[in-house]
């Protein structure tokens, strides 16, 4: 059963397939959708591995908190046209308590080969402009479904915050993009794994029937404009001056 | 009609593609030869699978890669259903290169469907190795690996226990890769349990000849290897610190604990006569475990964001149970010998949402203070100065026990029930001899003993359930507990009091011997209901009601001893019952959204008073109170965040507290022969409004954090006392109700990096006035008390083997009378702190601690230093450092004791002075010394 529905799945693809390749060009992306991912942090891993921790104080933490389970974070990813956007969903009010969130917008515009970052972190508002960046992917041997998709593995790395970051991407679906800015792939990414399970971004559900997808572009884009290689240096020296003060900076910069 | 046109577009490309650069071609089919079109294709480096480019393929199969730079190159094809496959495509190629047809094998439809599709595992493809997370199929507790191999797709387990895998004998089973018990591959599946194993792994047994010449063929046979799992999660851990020094001094202390995903089991033990280094918040957390931060679930809902905000009612810390509740946190405070001895035992159980927990504590704490102290009053004719000398031995002794089941039964539903018991015994002997002066003169001298010995026990159970909604942000919480406390005291009491005339000769003498029992007793029942329903996405409706039943019985039994004979004293001996019923209703509206949050809401509460009150025996009511009060509280909060990461916050509230039915009976308390107490039938509820502010704003690129808080308070109504003191300095008091007190506060902190990482610091200034008035021999006497406290640390920490911690406080009160303005004083207390610690030469650490304090007070010309340096020097030892050995000199200069004063009392306590130490500790996992300071965030 499972089998066969692969298989039309194989079918609407082909079928997808044969437009494009009428409407003139084989590399034409027009998949358009809008795919929720889950985002969960292992904030006990993280700090484990922070320099200062002893064997004591990892054993205490993960005694204390290491049966708590959060429920993580919903992110949507609206794409269109070669053109993505990628933010966190807007949290629900229901403790009945309301706390400011802070902006976090990624625009990333694959034919162009532009991004547009509205990143709020440690005290500012930030406007990253610039070209994207093409990342070197390693592709591994291993596949795994993703809601309902077969994905192939890649590996890369980020050096700003030391992380080795695993991509499952789908290439059934024909976009190159995916969530935390991250994209260059021959399909959608519908699984980041950041350092083997400290923060893991999971597609819970992909909408590819929508009769039309718009990209929710801010009107407005304030906050201070910075090129992406400033940014990452306020990153980067942020996470290793707290580091060399014995603390955890993933409190404050998303890991 | 499709051909033509792709030809056109491989031509385009063609033609775009005449440099030095090179192409590569391929078709890709399936093992019939049919062509898959736009399966994927990734260009691949050799060298590490970089990929360099992709593409999909055409109508007819074929692919290419054009402008490819010269290097060694993977090619691999994907396609949904099929293994990937790669060809390698070596780099002495200049020209144009065709791969040719790349043959593509179908995914077994097993593996698809159960590993992929059901397991959600990922299968893992290394050449003919296809290997799959065992852990993700769910086997029995206690399977054996033959039971997990019987679920995997593509797996056989005759009754024999003979494996085949795809229809082929599996002739090895290698664990971790390693053969497992020679050649019988039944031995490891039958006997290796399989919740050890993390991943399957099954390939074609190679012959001798294929692994040397990497030659593949169709074998025969496979091989299986099984890995198994890291332990994760499954520990124990522990530590023993035993020391002996100088003065007969002995720390004892150890923690034990096992612990695995579903259980966690511990076990503590202290002991010490120093008062030093007991259960620290550390050694509690690694007690608790999981529980270590539970704490809340029973307290009476209020206003505030989903109900945290909440009431406490009839002594959640002062009624009776606090007695009991208090032997287990005995901080030994200022001065004193003490001989300390607790431990328990804590066992916790999660799995599936629900949580049980259950904790046994012991602890026995003894202190021995002997000190002096002395306490002034002024009145508007006269003062007068009472000095004592005292001597204190108390011992106490208390059995805890807890009991914590919580579920959530679904993700709407949670359910909590919670019980707890404690046993206490506690006796305290003192003697206490006083002179009391009147303008220097003295008027009387006591000699007091006393022999309380109380035995007391509670038993708490407490249910709570919360319910969510299907409707967003709807919510109900319900919960009800019981209570039941007895205390139980009996109280030898001797004393004799001389009374001096003017000349200083005995005038007088007073004798009591006497023997008093009292039994108290308290039950309550409390119920709280909580509903909050959203209005709309901003608008919250939130009502709660508190009911609250306690009932109060006390049977105090005096008895006058002379001789071998008992007198009943029907005077003291007393019998009483009240009744306090609690009725609150609230309700509040809510604005909660981006960060703005708005509370605006009512309350209505209903006090009823009844108390009985008589004398033993068949002694009729002398005593009754029947009195209700009603009142209204507001309430106000709003909090927003003005700037980014800056928070602030104003809240009104105004609280009512009912008055104690002790205080309303109308009769003459005589216990204490020197300060009688009389009720007051006429008190109404203490009402105070409190007003109040807050912000503070953290920048975390500078480090810089800042705090502003601002509070006044307007007591509406006032518990106090008016006194009367006659010539012979006797105390007659009663409970009044005042107007006009009041009291304001205003403190700043911050926090900054001088030098970012090596110099920090923070300052906090704290102002504040309190006006509190009282009634003496009828003159109204405000005392209003001023005080300023400034504080600075500064933390220094150049290199990893140094840290200073340099702290200074001081605390400057002004105190000023209406009545008796000679007697306005100013006191100073400062504390200098200043900690170093090293790391030296052959891993040595040195570890310095002085701390200075300074008392004055210019009224009592009081200016008193107590320097207190400690040093220790230790060296972690043993293999994986778990040994530490510690020599420690405490109080070098000899200067410890426990010293307080205020604007009108001043005490002295003997403590444990000088002595040294040698101690060693074992870890199980190990120390790691540092010499900074941790701080979390």
């Not at chain 2, 296809?130 to 039971?147: C, L, M, N, Q, R």
């Not at chain 2, 025969?220 to 007969?248: C, H, P, R």
Request: overall charge neutral; some cysteine.
């Amino acid at each position: 059963m499972i089998i066969y529905s692969i298989v039309m799945i194989q079918k609407k693809i082909l079928l997808g397939f044969l437009i494009f390749i009428i409407g003139g060009s084989l590399y034409a992306q027009d998949v358009k959708g809008v795919v929720t991912y889950n985002r969960k942090t292992d904030y006990i891993s993280i700090i484990s591995k922070l320099p200062h921790m002893t064997k004591e104080e990892v054993d205490r933490m993960s005694l204390t908190w290491g049966n708590w389970a959060s429920e993580g974070r919903d992110h949507h990813l609206f794409f269109k046209k070669n053109k993505s956007l990628y933010q966190p969903k807007k949290r629900e009010n229901d403790n009945g308590y309301s706390w400011k969130q802070d902006q976090f917008v990624l625009i990333r515009d694959y034919k162009n080969k532009e991004r547009e970052d509205v990143i709020e972190t440690l005290g500012n508002l930030y406007h990253i402009k610039g070209p994207l960046v093409k990342r070197k992917w390693k592709i591994l041997n291993e596949i795994r479904e993703i809601a309902g998709y077969l994905c192939m593995k890649a590996e890369t790395y980020n050096p700003i915050k030391d992380q080795t970051i695993h991509a499952w991407f789908a290439d059934g679906i024909t976009f190159s993009g995916g969530p935390e800015g991250f994209g260059g792939l021959p399909g959608l990414i519908l699984e980041i794994d950041i350092n083997n399970g400290d923060a893991v971004i999971t597609a819970t559900s992909v909408d590819l029937d929508r009769e039309d997808v718009t990209l929710p572009i801010p009107k407005k884009i304030k906050g201070k404009k910075i090129t992406e290689e400033k940014f990452d240096a306020i990153i980067k020296k942020y996470v290793k001056e707290t580091i060399e003060g014995k603390k955890n900076p993933y409190w404050r910069v998303r890991y | 009609m499709k051909s033509p046109l792709l030809s056109l577009l491989l031509c385009l490309f063609s033609i775009s593609c005449l440099s030095q650069n090179y192409s590569i071609k391929g078709i890709v089919t399936d093992t019939l030869d049919v062509t898959l079109i736009s399966s994927t294709v990734l260009l691949l480096e050799q060298s590490d699978s970089t990929m360099v480019d992709f593409t999909r393929t055409e109508l007819d199969g074929s692919f290419k890669f054009e402008q490819v730079t010269p290097g060694a190159y993977i090619v691999k094809t994907t396609y949904i259903g099929y293994i990937p496959k790669t060809v390698n495509v070596p780099a002495e190629n200049k020209e144009d290169i065709d791969v040719g047809i790349i043959k593509m094998v179908e995914l077994a439809e097993e593996l698809m469907t159960v590993v992929i599709k059901a397991a959600k595992a990922p299968i893992k493809m290394r050449g003919d190795t296809i290997e799959y997370d065992a852990t993700t199929f769910k086997v029995p507790e206690g399977s054996t690996v033959e039971d997990l191999l019987k679920r995997l797709p593509g797996i056989e387990v005759e009754s024999d226990g003979s494996i085949m895998a795809d229809g082929k004998d599996v002739n090895t089973v290698t664990v971790d890769g390693k053969a497992f018990f020679g050649q019988d591959p039944k031995a490891a599946t039958k006997n290796l349990p399989a919740e050890g194993i993390s991943k399957v792994q099954v390939f074609d047994t190679k012959t001798e000849e294929e692994e040397i010449t990497g030659a593949t063929s169709q074998s025969k046979e496979k091989t299986m290897n099984l890995e198994l799992k890291e332990d994760f999660k499954n520990g124990g851990f522990g530590k023993v610190i035993a020391g002996m020094g100088t003065e007969s001094t002995k720390e004892l202390k150890g923690n034990y604990n096992r612990f695995n995903k579903k259980i966690q089991f511990s076990l503590v033990g202290v002991g010490n006569n120093t008062g030093r280094n007991g259960l620290s918040w550390n050694d509690y957390q690694d007690f608790m475990g999981s529980q270590s931060f539970n704490f809340g679930g029973g307290t009476d809902y209020g206003f505030g964001g989903g109900g945290w905000r909440s009431f406490t009612f009839g002594g959640g810390s002062g009624g009776l149970e606090s007695n009991i509740q208090s032997i287990f946190f005995n901080n030994s405070g200022n001065g004193g010998l003490p001989e300390n001895y607790n431990g328990g035992i804590n066992f916790n159980y999660e799995h599936n949402k629900t949580k049980v927990s259950s904790v046994y504590y012991y602890n026995q704490s003894g202190i021995i203070r002997d000190g002096n102290s002395s306490r002034d009053r002024f009145f508007q004719e006269f003062t007068t100065n009472e000095e004592a000398t005292n001597l204190n031995d108390n011992l106490s002794r208390g059995h805890r026990i807890e009991l914590e089941f919580t579920k959530d039964i679904d993700s709407l539903h949670f359910v909590k029930l919670k019980t707890n018991g404690a046993f206490i015994n506690e006796n305290n002997q003192a003697q206490e001899n006083t002179e009391l002066r009147k303008d220097g003169v003295l008027t009387s001298t006591s000699d007091i003993k006393n022999d309380i010995n109380t035995n007391g026990y509670l038993g708490n159970a407490l249910l709570l359930l919360r319910k969510k909604f299907k409707k967003k942000g709807r919510s109900l919480g319900v919960n009800a507990s019981y209570l039941y406390t007895e205390l139980e005291d009996n109280w030898t009491q001797n004393s004799v009091t001389n009374f001096y005339n003017n000349a200083a000769e005995i005038d007088s003498t007073a004798i009591i011997n006497q023997l008093n029992t009292n039994i108290r007793n308290k039950k309550q029942l409390k119920a709280n209901a909580l509903y909050v329903e959203p209005l709309s996405e901003k608008f919250f409706w939130q009502t709660f009601y508190n009911f609250s039943n306690r009932e109060e019985t006390g049977d105090r039994e005096v008895n006058d001893i002379s001789g071998s004979e008992r007198l009943l004293n029907e005077d003291l001996s007393r019998t009483y019952i009240n009744n306090i019923d609690l009725d609150r209703i609230g309700s509040s509206l809510r604005y909660s959204y981006e960060g703005v949050n708005i509370t605006m809401g009512l309350g209505y509460q209903r006090f009823d008073l009844k108390g009985d009150f008589k004398g033993k025996g068949d002694s009729p009511i002398i005593g009754k109170v029947d009195k209700i009060f009603t009142n209204w509280i507001p309430h106000f909060s709003l909090n927003f965040e003005p700037i980014r990461n800056g928070y602030m916050s104003f809240g009104y509230s105004r609280n009512a507290t009912e008055p104690s039915i002790d205080d309303l009976q109308p009769i003459v308390n005589n216990l204490n022969p020197q300060y009688i107490v009389i009720g007051n039938p006429g008190l109404t509820p203490e009402i105070n409004n409190r007003f109040s502010t807050s912000f503070n704003h953290s920048h975390p690129l500078s480090g810089r954090r800042i705090n502003l808080n601002a509070s006044i308070e307007f007591n509406e109504s006032q518990f106090s006392t008016s006194e009367t003191v006659d010539s012979f300095l006797i105390t007659t008091a009663q409970p009044i109700n005042v107007s006009g007190g009041r009291s304001w506060d205003v403190s700043g902190s911050l926090n900054f990096p001088i030098i970012k990482n090596r110099i920090t610091t923070r300052m906090r200034l704290n102002v504040g006035q309190n006006i509190r008035p009282s009634f003496v021999n009828d003159i109204k006497n405000n005392t209003t008390s001023l005080s300023y406290n400034p504080y600075i640390r500064v933390n220094i920490t150049p290199v990893d083997a140094i840290g200073i911690y340099l702290t200074a406080r001081s605390s400057f009160v002004n105190t000023t009378y209406d009545i008796n303005t000679s007697q306005n004083q100013s006191t100073r207390n400062d504390t200098y702190s200043a900690e170093l610690t090293a790391k030296t030469f052959a891993g040595i650490f040195l570890n310095a601690n002085f701390n200075y304090q300074k008392f004055k007070n210019n009224r009592f010309n009081v200016d008193r230093s107590i320097p207190i340096l400690n040093l220790s020097i230790y060296k972690q030892i043993l293999k994986g450092n778990r040994g530490e050995i510690r020599v420690s000199l405490y109080d070098a200069f000899n200067k410890n004791v426990g010293f307080t004063s205020s604007d009108t009392y001043r005490s002295e306590t003997q403590s444990l002075a000088r002595y040294v130490m040698l101690s060693f500790t074992y870890n199980i996992r190990g120390i790691q010394s540092s010499a900074h300071k941790k701080s979390w965030w």
